[in-house]
């Protein structure tokens, strides 16, 4: 069975500071993807980054990047240079079935 | 990113009647959609998956009679919450995906209330 976890409930981080959420995952399947997806207070689900299990490189979006480390099954998202609208519940998901840890509540402050 | 449209975003119904949500992928061909239960300040639920044209599989726990799932074709899944009752109030919310492994992406989602 598949399983995400991610053990920050609640992050801080001050504006234009970098910030690392964690997402450790499990699985037996030798081909996977990984997901991040930001779900601000309006509800809507916004995919950020994705990651396949054979790429050798960590994906990139913008101000958003995947540092993934396949031996360790992590995949945390790195946010460089916050915004105050980067405030918001983050989830990390993988396939096949689409399944989502827990998330973290990211706030950025002035 | 591709458009995935939900209706109702939200509704409110009497207990004991049901509510047909619609997820409606705009611009592209889903062969799968997931559909997903979230409460107040928690994860997003897993519930069903549904391949187009098959029975969807439903997760541990989730009760097929009760929670209705139809695929019938690659641009429309359909959740039927039958004889709704309070405790099935919640947010619900679709994705939908080209293929497997893929991107999905997701619904507004549907604020259910039954009274």
């Known amino acids: 069975a598949q399983k995400i976890t991610q053990t920050q409930p609640g992050m801080f981080v001050q504006e234009k500071e970098a910030v690392t959420l964690d997402c450790t995952y499990d699985?037996?399947?030798?081909?996977?993807?990984l997901f991040w997806y930001k779900q601000p207070s309006s509800g809507e689900m916004i995919f950020l980054i994705y990651?396949?299990?054979?790429?050798?490189q960590n994906a990139t979006e913008g101000r958003y990047s995947l540092n993934f480390q396949k031996a360790r099954k992590s995949a945390n998202l790195v946010i460089s240079a916050s915004q105050l609208g980067d405030s918001a519940m983050y989830f990390c998901?993988?396939?096949?079935?689409?399944?989502f840890g827990t998330g973290t509540r990211l706030q950025v402050f002035p | 990113g591709a458009v995935v449209s939900q209706h109702p975003s939200w509704v409110i119904c009497k207990s004991g009647t049901s509510v047909k949500i619609e997820c409606r992928s705009l611009?592209?061909?889903?062969?799968?959609m997931f559909w997903y239960r979230q409460f107040p300040k928690q994860s997003l639920m897993l519930m069903a998956t549904s391949n187009e044209g098959s029975k969807a599989t439903y997760e541990q726990g989730v009760e097929k009679d009760k929670f209705l799932i139809n695929h019938a074709s690659l641009t429309l899944s359909t959740l039927t919450v039958t004889s709704a009752h309070p405790e099935d109030s919640s947010f619900y919310i679709c994705?939908?995906?080209?293929?497997?492994?893929?991107?999905?992406?997701f619904g507004q989602g549907t604020r259910l209330t039954v009274v």
């Open positions: 998901a993988m396939t096949d079935k689409l399944i």
């Open positions: 990651q396949g299990s054979y790429d050798e």
């Open positions: 699985t037996s399947d030798q081909s996977y993807g």
């Open positions: 994705s939908a995906s080209q293929r497997i492994r893929a991107e999905a992406f």
């Open positions: 611009d592209f061909q889903a062969t799968t």
